[in-house]
């Protein structure tokens, strides 16, 4: 029985009970429903073919930051893909994403492929996604990049119809090398090159450590109640998948994230969980944060588009099993004037453009370039 239908199953047999009861019985059954269709992906998923991707993402991850290095510090060709220049691209994204595209084709050609710098065609294309897809931000932190601030990564994750099962991210790092692959599969554990890594372990935010957060924090979000203050030290680096390596190898002791794209995410988000940390979200519609599982818990009812997996959005806490649910569950969004102005523009505005249908996300966010 798939989730859905043995939540629609539960639903029935508890319509009589007290709204708290119901609650708690229809949880029970949401957990059993996820580690039972976990189970099934698990057993169709091959731990020899999830080594292997592994392996050959470790390689190309290395290879995309010898491209990176021989681009970063000089003068390069950069682009915009909006009108008010903040979201530049430049020769190093698509240099970095042709070779990861080419090199993923050439040992596995019947895969997928979703990358954020792409044809105005592959942007979309309603073809249905494959099952196995290799989720691409060739260069995550790109405005960092370009004015020659070493805080970048490329990452690479690998989804099987939506689960999180490999990842690789290569990021700049003082070593005779001059940075490092994290690189994990599910079930595998995580990994620095050779070295384990994990999240930082603590009961509760210790404010001498690192945490981070979106560049808007303190303005449209933060800490309530006996948080406020005392959360940590408070970093913004510009690149999400560098946070995210950086909560997984335990530097940040937790991050929050407002609006990510799939490939912002898709690898670090399986770096922190392998690291023993979860992934706090809620999706579209929901209120309550919950450990993510499926990126696109749909996928086991209707295979999506490529062109509706580039709309994917979602917030994001992460860090430490214990950590990362107190935090998601004490911050609160405050007022914002302009929050409230567009919430009482909205109908005029939906009269002149109807838009497109996207997951939640949280106000103000935008996604780290």
């Not at 059954?29 to 992906?41: E, F």
């Not at 681009?71 to 909006?82: A, L, M, P, Q, S």
């Not at 690998?158 to 990842?167: C, D, E, K, N, T």
């Not at 898709?266 to 944060?289: D, H, I």
């Amino acid at each position: 029985m798939s989730g859905v239908c043995l939540l629609k199953a539960t639903t029935r047999i508890i319509a009589g009970a007290e709204p708290k009861l119901a609650h708690a019985i229809l949880e029970t059954y949401r957990r059993q429903a996820k580690l039972s269709l976990m189970s099934s992906v698990l057993q169709l998923w091959d731990d020899a073919l999830a080594e292997e991707i592994e392996q050959h993402a470790v390689e190309i991850a290395r290879g995309a930051g010898r491209i990176l290095a021989g681009h970063f510090g000089k003068k390069i060709e950069v682009e915009f893909k909006d009108e008010h220049e903040r979201d530049p691209v430049t020769a190093a994204d698509k240099e970095t994403q042709e070779y990861l595209t080419a090199e993923i084709l050439k040992r596995f050609p019947k895969h997928g492929i979703l990358g954020e710098e792409g044809t105005k065609e592959e942007k979309e294309s309603e073809e249905p996604a494959k099952d196995i897809l290799w989720v691409l931000d060739p260069l995550d932190g790109t405005t960092n990049f370009m004015n020659g601030l070493p805080v970048f990564a490329s990452s690479i994750g690998v989804l099987y119809r939506g689960w999180p099962m490999a990842a690789a991210l290569y990021l700049p790092w003082p070593t005779n090398d001059g940075g490092f692959v994290l690189h994990c599969h599910k079930g595998g554990g995580c990994f620095a090159d050779d070295e384990p890594v994990k999240v930082y372990e603590s009961d509760e935010p210790v404010p001498s450590r690192l945490i981070g957060v979106p560049g808007y924090f303190g303005v449209g979000q933060g800490f309530t109640g006996k948080l406020a203050g005392k959360a940590g030290e408070v970093r913004t680096t510009g690149s999400i998948a560098y946070e995210l390596a950086m909560t997984a190898r335990g530097v940040l002791q937790y991050a929050m994230f407002g609006a990510p794209r799939l490939w912002d995410m898709a690898g670090g988000a399986l770096a922190v969980v392998e690291a023993g940390g979860t992934v706090m979200t809620r999706f579209r519609g929901e209120k309550r944060w919950h450990p993510m599982g499926c990126l696109v818990p749909s996928w086991e009812e209707k295979t999506p588009t490529m062109k509706e997996l580039r709309g994917w959005m979602a917030p994001l806490v992460v860090g430490n099993q214990k950590v990362a649910p107190m935090i998601a569950d004490n911050v609160k969004r405050r007022f914002s004037l302009s929050s409230q102005i567009r919430k009482l523009t909205w109908p005029l505005r939906k009269r002149k453009k109807k838009p497109e249908s996207k997951p939640e996300t949280e106000p103000d966010a935008g996604s780290k370039t």
